[in-house]
C-alpha cells in the first residue's frame, strides 16, 4: 500500500516509520531542513527507535 504523511514531527514521523514497515511510506514537510535530515537518514527528533530506523532500516 502507498501512504503519505504531512509532516515529520514527534506524530508525524513515528507514524511514517511504523507505516513503512509494510508499506511504502512518503513523508513530506515544508521545513526543508527536516526534509535534508531524513533523506540524510538522520532523526530530525530525538526519538531512539526512529534513529535507528533511518540508520538501519530499509529505506
Do not use: C, F, H, W
Not at 6 to 18: N, R
Amino acid at each position: 500500500m502507498k501512504i503519505a504523511v504531512a509532516g515529520t514531527g514527534y506524530v508525524g514521523l513515528s507514524i511514517a516509520t511504523l507505516l513503512s514497515q509494510k508499506n511504502e511510506v512518503i513523508a513530506v514537510d515544508v521545513i526543508p531542513e527536516k526534509v535534508d535530515l531524513i533523506n540524510s537518514r538522520k532523526s530530525p527528533i530525538q526519538d531512539e527507535y526512529i534513529e535507528r530506523y533511518l540508520k538501519e532500516g530499509n529505506l
